[in-house]
């Protein structure tokens, strides 16, 4: 495995090797944390860690047992049915119950990955509580200094939106010197999603900003000040921005956010067309992500802006399906000026 210091360099690194159609898995964020394989060599665990990306679930996680250990069910199912056909029931059912051990202890790990998936469907939908419990039980399980930081991320987010500010910003403080060593800037990036859970737009804009400055202008944490310069800014700004942005750079998922922060610069100066296009182009971008609830309120977000787009050209059949389809995680994490206009225009509940 070959480290490298930031997105830019690791491209480098990998076209000196003679790879092409490179294309980055994680947010330069969660990159800079230390990386724990589970036991895995680097190219299985980058090979699992895309497949859970686009699949959750028991089925996901058997999927991926019965592809990463095939040889030992393979071996498994010949050796008990050739006991059967000995007659030997007791060496066939101990056969199975051998290849139950390490499913059973995978399966076991897998269940924190489930509650922690979870937890992000609780924080879409607005199910506060529940977060803070799903919160308290893996903090029980966990010991990893980063998936401790990241449950103290969301549940400093949780206590914004409960109009609990000072208690948000004493949780994120705790973590503050660890995320300074893990890399510039995360402390700041950390602080715009409590800054945006409190709906601080020009606070969050700022965070993004100062964010973005200290990472040296990774493309990833450009590409986030972009989106809340759009979003709540100057859409020229934005627009300069996204001129910086190396696509290369990104992690794969961040693809389709280029086209949406293209499209809201276009809705914000009344392209209506260029902007449906480009909205559009990001959910597109995004649908094959459509299952992981790490991405629902992204999802919802680019619902609403397509939504305005739509209204904008005549389309309110088109734009009432697609914002009712996201209205359970829109009506929570939505802008309120979207709310009321949707609220009004399509009668949906509060």
């Not at 977060?131 to 103290?152: Q, V, Y």
């Not at 449906?276 to 971008?285: H, I, N, P, V, Y």
């Not at 609403?304 to 995680?329: C, F, I, T, Y």
Request: net charge negative; glycine share 6%.
């Amino acid at each position: 495995m070959q480290n490298a210091d930031s997105a830019a360099q690791a491209v480098v690194l990998l076209e000196e090797r003679g790879l092409t159609a490179i294309r980055l898995q994680s947010h330069i964020l969660t990159a800079s944390q230390p990386l724990d394989t589970h036991g895995l060599n680097e190219r299985d665990y980058a090979r699992h860690y895309h497949f859970f990306q686009q699949n959750q679930g028991w089925k996901a996680f058997f999927t991926a047992f019965t592809r990463q250990n095939w040889w030992l069910v393979l071996l498994a199912l010949v050796m008990a049915t050739w006991c059967l056909m000995r007659g030997d029931w007791l060496w066939a059912a101990l056969v199975l119950v051998l290849l139950l051990v390490p499913l059973a202890w995978g399966a076991w790990k897998y269940r924190d990955a489930l509650l922690f998936n979870q937890l992000l469907e609780a924080i879409a939908h607005g199910q506060w509580q529940r977060g803070l419990e799903c919160i308290n039980t893996l903090r029980r399980r966990m010991g990893d200094a980063s998936a401790l930081m990241e449950l103290a991320v969301h549940e400093a987010c949780i206590q914004a939106r409960l109009g609990r500010p000072d208690d948000a910003q004493v949780i994120l403080a705790e973590w503050k010197p660890l995320m300074d060593s893990f890399m510039p800037g995360m402390y700041s990036a950390h602080q715009a999603r409590v800054a945006l859970a409190q709906q601080r737009y020009d606070r969050v804009r700022d965070l993004h900003r100062q964010a973005m400055d200290a990472s040296g202008g990774d493309a990833a944490m450009t590409l986030d000040y972009a989106l809340m310069e759009a979003r709540y800014g100057s859409a020229a700004r934005a627009h300069c921005l996204l001129l910086e942005v190396a696509t290369v750079e990104l992690p794969e998922y961040g693809y389709a956010f280029v086209p949406w922060v293209e499209g809201i610069i276009a809705l914000r100066q009344q392209r209506t067309v260029d902007a449906r296009e480009k909205l559009q182009q990001a959910m597109s971008g995004m649908s094959g992500l459509a299952g992981n609830p790490a991405l629902w309120m992204t999802l919802a977000m680019v619902s609403s802006d397509l939504g305005k787009a739509l209204l904008g050209m005549g389309g309110e059949e088109q734009a009432r399906g697609m914002v009712s389809a996201a209205w359970p995680v829109l009506s929570v994490h939505g802008d309120p000026d979207d709310l009321a206009l949707f609220r009004d225009r399509f009668s949906l509940p509060a």
